[in-house]
């Protein structure tokens, strides 16, 4: 495809977007389709010749479109959002359009310092501690989940108890792994992966608000250390999964002190939310962390995949995943003078994410993003206090940030029954939970598309379907 090809038919492929935008509200939000529906419809062989592009660009409406969960359907108001924006979307094309391999600062100097500054930016703007920005032992990295975010934090964390001799002699045996019963699965994930098994996963209750209990992560820890086992990390959630409950990071972080414990903060989600000052008392405690996480890929209107992550000292997150094969090496690297982002992350070719966070930035600034983020938070406010003042409903978790959880009176299968009609309606697509073993209906609000009117409708369901 030549560049003045490329140029006719990238004008189709935008306005096919831009077109998708504007219709996406029409279409049915949840999947429609039976498993192996889609694939039935697709060609067995592949082509043995090429076809002109707009052949190809009619693919999207006739095979693709039918078989989507719309995510970025106003109604989605499932798991959490995986918000986009033009000026993101915009930026990846640019990204692509690059191709650029980002590994070393050296193959593509342009790559790693927009990537360093524009965390750095994140740290102000988030009100982060300082000890995250470049320039001194900290920095901050683009991973593509929060999943890897955890991962790479616990290689860090099991580098630096195992006195730097895990990258050389594998696991210590005895370290252990701390996270609440409502962190995300991948602490788990993580603990198998780093070759510490589920076994040495301390689970730790938590309160009445679904938050992690501090005295009894200090029960876990004396014991294990008392049994000669060697606490390594604490993963704590600012904003779990289920109910956005926030750990206490504070009394949390004096513990791992106490201990030598590396603390993760997995604030995947309501990271976001400290754009704005009246929500910053969310990371209160957060100085006493030695890794952080958000997702601007989920509430912050830059397209997946995107999740900033900070070390407060990188020295051990390097000496984990350094390795220098010849074909790599380079004047700059040798120089000490530059960030090689490859010895951050599992993989080494890394892309330009950057740009997007960029894009993102620049287009709406500080003040565009507080006010989504605030317009989310005042939707699930009012939908919290109309399910509150309805005896038909009970809320199952307190309503934090753009979160509701609730349940109907009646028990478990009327809210169950509710959700499914709810659902089978096209309009929205919820889902659900279990706290305290009860089965529980979240709204999870996000997505730009998403304003008044939607929430408006939604209600007026719920209220009817009740
Ligand atoms: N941590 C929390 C608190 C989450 O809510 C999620 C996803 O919803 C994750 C981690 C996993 O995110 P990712 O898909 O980026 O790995």
Redesign the pocket.
């Known amino acids: 495809m030549s560049p003045e090809e490329f140029r006719r038919h990238g004008h189709a492929v935008v306005d096919w977007v831009a077109g998708y935008m504007e219709r996406v509200r029409a279409l049915p939000v949840g999947p429609q389709v039976a498993p192996g529906e889609v694939r039935a419809r697709l060609p067995a062989h592949p082509p043995e010749y090429g076809e002109p592009f707009e052949a190809v660009l009619a693919d999207p409406d006739a095979l693709v479109v039918p078989g989507l969960t719309n995510w970025q359907h106003p109604g989605f108001l499932a798991?959490?959002p995986a918000s986009v924006s033009g000026p993101s979307i915009l930026a990846e094309l640019v990204s692509a359009g690059l191709g650029e391999q980002g590994m070393l600062w050296s193959t593509s100097p342009a790559c790693t310092e927009l990537e360093t500054h524009v965390l750095d930016w994140l740290v102000e703007l988030l009100a982060l501690p300082d000890r995250f920005r470049s320039g001194g032992a900290g920095g901050g990295v683009i991973q593509d989940?929060?999943?890897?975010s955890t991962l790479v934090a616990l290689l860090a964390a099991r580098e630096r108890a195992s006195g730097f001799r895990a990258a050389a002699e594998g696991a210590d045996p005895r370290l252990v792994v701390y996270a609440s019963d409502q962190a995300?699965s991948?602490a788990e994930k993580a603990a198998r992966i780093a070759g510490l098994g589920t076994d040495r996963l301390r689970t730790v209750g938590v309160d009445d608000a679904f938050a992690m209990r501090p005295g009894h992560l200090a029960e876990l820890l004396a014991a294990d250390r008392a049994a000669g086992r060697v606490p390594c990390m604490v993963v704590a959630?600012t904003?779990?999964?289920s109910s956005l409950a926030m750990d206490p990071l504070r009394p949390v972080g004096e513990l791992c002190r106490e201990h030598g414990a590396w603390l993760h903060v997995?604030a995947?989600?309501a990271g976001t939310a400290a754009l704005c000052p009246e929500h910053r008392w969310i990371h209160d405690g957060l100085e006493l962390a030695d890794s952080y996480c958000f997702?601007p890929h989920k509430w912050m209107l830059v397209n997946f995949d995107c999740?900033a992550f900070w070390v407060a000292d990188r020295s051990s997150l390097l000496r984990a995943l350094s390795v220098l094969p010849e074909f790599l090496r380079n004047r700059a690297s040798e120089s000490g003078e530059v960030v090689d982002y490859r010895d951050w992350q599992v993989p080494l070719g890394r892309r330009f994410r950057a740009l997007k966070l960029w894009a993102t930035l620049r287009h709406y600034g500080a003040e565009g993003l507080r006010r989504h983020v605030r317009a989310s938070v005042r939707l699930a406010a009012e939908l919290a206090a109309r399910l509150r003042s309805d005896p038909r409903f009970e809320l199952a978790a307190p309503a934090r940030l753009s979160l509701v959880c609730f349940r109907h009176r009646d028990g478990e299968d009327a809210t169950r029954r509710l959700l499914e009609r709810v659902n089978a309606g096209g309009r929205f697509l919820l889902t659900h939970t279990r706290l305290r073993d009860r089965f529980v209906v979240r709204v999870a609000i996000g997505n730009a598309a998403t304003g008044a009117e939607d929430l408006e409708r939604l209600w007026k369901l719920l209220d009817r379907l009740a």
Do not use: E, V
């Open positions: 798991y959490f989940s929060a999943s890897s995300h991948a959630t904003g779990t999964t997995d995947a989600m997702n999740s």
